[in-house]
């Protein structure tokens, strides 16, 4: 596609309900971030792929977040048991290549409430 | 850790006047510096970028010098239009650990009247 997508662009779930969160990055892009974007605050990381491999995970909040991106393109964020703290929206991202000069290509993000 | 400080916002502006959104950073390594805007609706979008010190990233009038003697990368435009309403992040990429995450600040809402 012409740009990163992200499905579904709102999420509305129950407290301890499960969520599986989309992104299709674009084509060709080896690097994928997501972000936890709070509201009225700026972007957190929470992980990194570069193809299938994860290999920063260290702004993930706790064991109930998980992700993953099994063939190098599409990657899914699983977050288990959702608590209200988990309300934000979550943005994909990714970049031709890896490195700091590079841009990175956002999609418009999936905002999740939490119920 | 790394982190960003921009000015709080909102910024109101009217058309023409002139614009600076502060920046400041801490880094322990040597970093790129963006500024990123998010207009209604859409998604966040690169605006510029510096690489290295005293370069100066430009696009669509906006400015922004990375000063490492300051670590400030302030956001400046000339003359403000109001479809340069918009959220305005700057952020910061570590290039030591060569994964390219960003570190953002909190965002400066700008709204410009006519």
């Known amino acids: 596609g012409a740009g990163v997508s992200q499905s579904p662009r709102y999420k509305v779930a129950k407290r301890g309900q499960d969520v599986a969160l989309r992104c299709d990055p674009i084509?060709?892009?080896?690097?994928l971030f997501w972000y936890q974007q709070a509201l009225g605050q700026g972007p957190e990381f929470l992980t990194y792929f570069q193809n299938e491999a994860q290999l920063d995970k260290s702004g993930l909040p706790s064991d109930r977040f998980f992700a993953e991106r099994p063939e190098g393109s599409v990657s899914t964020l699983k977050i288990q048991r959702t608590q209200q703290e988990d309300s934000a929206v979550y943005l994909c991202?990714?970049?031709?290549?890896?490195?700091?000069?590079?841009?990175?290509?956002f999609g418009q993000g999936t905002r999740l409430t939490v119920v | 850790g790394d982190s960003v400080t921009q000015m709080e916002g909102p910024v109101t502006l009217s058309e023409e006047a002139f614009l600076t959104i502060n920046c400041t950073y801490t880094?322990?390594?040597?970093?790129?510096l963006f500024w990123y805007v998010q207009y209604p609706g859409e998604g966040l979008q690169l605006l510029l970028k510096a690489t290295k010190a005293d370069d100066k990233g430009s696009n669509k009038g906006f400015e922004a010098t990375y000063r490492k003697e300051t670590t400030s990368f302030h956001l400046e435009k000339g003359s403000v239009q109001v479809s340069d309403s918009a959220v305005y992040f700057c952020?910061?990429?570590?290039?030591?650990?060569?994964?390219?995450?960003?570190?953002f600040g909190q965002g400066t809402t700008l709204q410009v009247k006519p």
């Open positions: 084509s060709g892009h080896v690097s």
């Open positions: 991202a990714s970049s031709f290549v890896t490195g700091g000069n590079t841009e990175a290509f």
């Open positions: 952020a910061l990429s570590d290039r030591s650990g060569n994964t390219g995450k960003l570190i």
């Open positions: 880094a322990t390594g040597y970093p790129s």
